[in-house]
């Protein structure tokens, strides 16, 4: 087995696939031209978001039998194709699931207790604790919509608190004992917070939109760790000026590049508000992106391809 290797990951990764006794190959800076241009020699393909692998590119790699993406989602890959052509998708949601899940916690006490505007403040030497007082989360009514490996990690993460947790998902009988999964109407009419846990697709593209936010009963947080597209966000910037949602924590942007590696493709104006706002926090698509994560994403792809082709 060939494998060719488009990003660069823990190097658990290639070493237990060279003791599989696969031949390992590293290229990090060709263009995705030049990559099609020798993807034929390839029976394998490791890669996080460096760029698109298309069905132009897949009619290329005539040789491929696995994909393997080292992180959640499979969006920058034409999985319909692929599939067509029997290449084995491999993906990682297990071995980051526990870092959303603490980190989407993390964001939702931060903005409820103003943290991040306290830290700044005493720091200039303001000390405004009437400023800066919290709410609690206990007795709120938190609700998750997609409700696979991320949402049940951040589920299980408020266990510890008074808190209703409910969940929606287009998939029926998900729910379990962190989560009690129910109607959209039931969801938009009791949930305090909401946290999303979607992949990137053409249902959850654009989901967060002005008529979404403004059919939900009560205000509400909103925490984002899933993808940037699925929020519109100047409608999130008009419903943080209304008061409609109280706060945001975003791991993700609209605006991010495919490749994660530089800030932003544009800074219109709706972002230079969120980057200004008190009640809005900010982090750089880094929630499945711990020290303990980066080997569990190797691993489990290691762990797949093996059980499939060893």
């Known amino acids: 087995m060939k494998v060719l290797h488009l990003d660069t990951n823990h190097p658990l990764l290639i070493e237990q696939f060279a003791a599989l006794g696969f ?3 590293e290229d990090y800076t060709s263009t995705k031209e030049e990559v099609e241009n020798k993807i034929q020699d390839y029976d ?3 890669i996080r978001s460096r760029f698109t692998i298309d069905q132009q590119f897949l009619e290329k790699a005539t040789n491929l039998k696995f994909i393997g993406r080292v992180g959640a989602g499979l969006e920058n890959i034409d999985v319909r194709y692929a599939k067509m052509k029997d290449i084995y998708m491999v993906s990682a949601p297990e071995g980051n699931r526990n870092a959303v899940g603490e980190h989407t916690l993390g964001m939702l006490l931060s903005l409820m207790n103003k943290m991040c505007k306290a830290n700044r403040e005493v720091k200039k030497g303001k000390w ?3 400023g800066n007082r919290g709410v609690e989360l206990d007795g709120r009514t938190v609700g998750i919509i997609g ?3 991320m949402g049940k990690a951040f589920a299980k993460k408020l266990r510890g608190f008074d808190v209703e947790v409910i969940c929606y998902d287009i998939v029926g009988g998900v729910g379990d004992d962190n989560a009690r999964q129910v109607g959209i109407m039931e969801f938009k ?3 305090d917070v909401i946290s999303l846990h979607v992949p990137q697709t053409e249902l959850t593209e654009g989901m967060v939109n002005t008529e979404f936010i403004n059919s939900f009963q009560k205000p ?3 925490l984002n760790t899933a993808r940037g597209k699925c929020v519109v966000t100047n409608d999130l910037v008009e419903a943080l000026k209304s008061g409609k949602i109280l706060g945001a924590g975003l791991d993700v942007l609209e605006y991010e ?3 994660f590696e530089n800030m932003f ?3 219109p104006k709706a972002l230079k508000y969120l980057r200004k706002a008190k009640n809005v926090l900010l982090t750089p698509h880094v929630a499945g992106w711990t020290v303990e994560s980066h080997a569990k994403l190797a691993q489990t792809i290691v762990d797949k391809v093996k059980a499939r082709f060893c």
């Open 23 to 25: 031949e390992n190959h």
């Open 44 to 46: 394998g393909i490791v």
């Open 128 to 130: 405004d604790r009437e």
């Open 147 to 149: 409700y696979g490996n």
């Open 189 to 191: 009419q009791k949930s």
């Open 220 to 222: 509400f947080w909103l």
């Open 257 to 259: 590049k495919k490749s």
């Open 265 to 267: 493709v544009q800074k």
